[in-house]
């Protein structure tokens, strides 16, 4: 069974250009979420979407953005690009109920990795 | 979010046993303990999880305390691959997995 797939998997930009990232999510998987991980902070998380409603939102500025169609597939923007947004973007899938128990498992997948120039 | 604390690095011999410690003294009664690793150039991969009881899948066992205060990954036989960030993960009903800094695991040969 195929896993979660992200592309482009790598991508340069400059500052103030847009970037869109796209990500499939394992078949049957309805919940897909996206982090940003730097070597500065981490992984962070930035939003979670289910059935193409954002279900979590984290602590990033309205520049980055996401959406999900009827196909569980989805994509995340960011605009305005910054040096600070280069960055690896990695997108998890999982096999989700409409309220998440705690339990769920996230796959990932192997990422986007955005230089900004 | 619950904290947690974790060593920052811990070293392993090829084929012995690894237990990487977590604290995370103010779970709440209903999180869930998670562990995820993330390989060098990938991104995380599940690894296990549990509430109260241990818990064994053909990765690793998670040993949790009986406070669940604490838990131990115990990875049975340390090998070269297993060499990666171990994230220690209390995750709460509808919340999201947040990830601390982890336990960097060195494996030599």
């Known amino acids: 069974k195929a896993g979660v797939t992200q592309t482009p998997r790598y991508l340069i930009k400059t500052r103030g250009q847009q970037v869109t990232l796209s990500c499939s999510p394992i078949?049957?998987?309805?919940?897909v979420s996206w982090y940003q991980q730097t070597p500065g902070q981490g992984l962070q998380f930035l939003f979670e979407?289910?059935?193409?409603?954002?279900?979590n939102k984290g602590n990033f500025p309205g520049r980055f953005s996401g959406r999900q169609f009827s196909n569980s597939r989805s994509e995340m923007n960011v605009s305005t690009l910054e040096l600070g947004d280069s960055a690896l973007y990695l997108c998890?899938?999982?096999?989700?109920?409409?309220?998440?128990?705690?339990?769920?498992?996230?796959?990932f997948g192997a990422g986007s990795r955005l230089t900004v120039l | 979010d619950a904290k947690t604390t974790q060593p920052n690095s811990m070293e392993s011999n090829e084929e012995e046993p690894v237990h990487l410690p977590c604290n995370h003294s103010t779970i709440s009664g209903t999180d869930y303990i998670h562990w995820y690793r993330q390989l060098p150039s990938q991104g995380p991969e599940y690894v296990i999880h549990g509430l109260t009881s241990n818990v064994n899948n053909r990765m690793a066992s998670l040993a949790i305390a009986e406070d669940r205060k604490s838990s131990t990954l115990i990875l049975h036989r340390a090998t070269l691959r297993d060499a990666a960030v171990y994230y220690c993960i209390p995750k709460s009903s509808g919340d999201k997995l947040t990830f601390g800094t982890g336990t960097r695991l060195a494996v030599r040969p």
């Open positions: 078949s049957g998987h309805r919940s």
């Open positions: 998890a899938s999982s096999l989700d109920q409409v309220v998440d128990s705690g339990a769920n498992v996230l796959t």
């Open positions: 979407y289910f059935s193409e409603t954002q279900r």
